[in-house]
């Protein structure tokens, strides 16, 4: 168990809803970072929270909005939901960045099915 | 970030060492070589980290050449629970993971 939590574990949402995924990080870890991961694909990074501040961005759209509070969690909004949307939405945390370190931890996923 | 290539499918059965081979031609000195595990409905799990010669942990071994053009994932005695896509990456700790489409490894009786 990484100790990484997710909620909600599965759900839908119909065309143009806006959805809320929540993440509590490990114990100890103060970055993370939110990843889709389409069927049959590899997870592609969407961006990555530090001390309450998006830190990294991947390339999607601005419909694509996070947040990190002071307790570390992160919540992951997403507008105006296409089709295309429907994915394994991974969250992951890590200790703050070194060279060396390049282990994060994943959570179980969040299943979103847009109908 | 350094581009990773590796099979999309490779097949064993129970009880053989499989080693799974990825290229990394344009690493980056400060990169390093990294590879996750992941099995369906679930995410990636870290297995096993290294930068030159050989890692090895409770669970895998990593082999890296001199040149570090290239790195391979060693599982020793292979079970129906390491069915799953091992994912290889190359980068530092300030590098976002990227994640190609990985490695299919089907472990079968």
């Known amino acids: 168990d990484a100790g990484v939590t997710q909620s909600p574990t599965h759900l839908i949402k119909t065309r143009g809803q806006q959805v809320t995924l929540r993440c509590s990080p490990k114990?100890?870890?103060?970055?993370v970072s939110w990843y889709q991961q389409a069927l049959g694909q590899g997870p592609q990074f969407i961006f990555q929270?530090?001390?309450?501040?998006?830190?990294q961005r991947g390339n999607f759209p601005d419909r694509f909005s996070g947040h990190q509070f002071p307790n570390y969690s992160s919540e992951l909004n997403v507008n105006a939901l296409l089709l295309g949307d429907s994915a394994l939405y991974l969250c992951?945390?890590?200790?703050?960045?070194?060279?060396?370190?390049?282990?994060?931890?994943f959570g179980p996923g969040t299943r979103l099915t847009v109908t | 970030l350094a581009k990773t290539t590796q099979p999309i499918s490779m097949d064993s059965y129970e009880g053989q060492e499989v080693n799974i081979t990825c290229s990394h031609n344009n690493i980056a000195t400060n990169d390093y070589i990294t590879w996750y595990q992941q099995f369906p409905s679930q995410g990636p799990r870290f297995i096993i980290q290294g930068y030159k010669t050989k890692v090895t942990n409770e669970v895998a071994s990593l082999f890296i050449p001199a040149d570090r053009k290239s790195s391979t994932l060693s599982l020793p005695r292979v079970s129906l629970s390491d069915t799953a896509v091992y994912y290889c990456?190359?980068?530092?700790?300030?590098?976002?993971?990227?994640f190609g489409k990985g490695t299919m490894l089907l472990v079968s009786p």
């Open positions: 114990s100890g870890h103060d970055t």
């Open positions: 929270y530090y001390e309450e501040e998006e830190r």
């Open positions: 992951a945390s890590s200790l703050p960045a070194t060279s060396e370190s390049y282990e994060q931890y």
């Open positions: 990456l190359v980068g530092d700790g300030y590098s976002t993971l990227t």
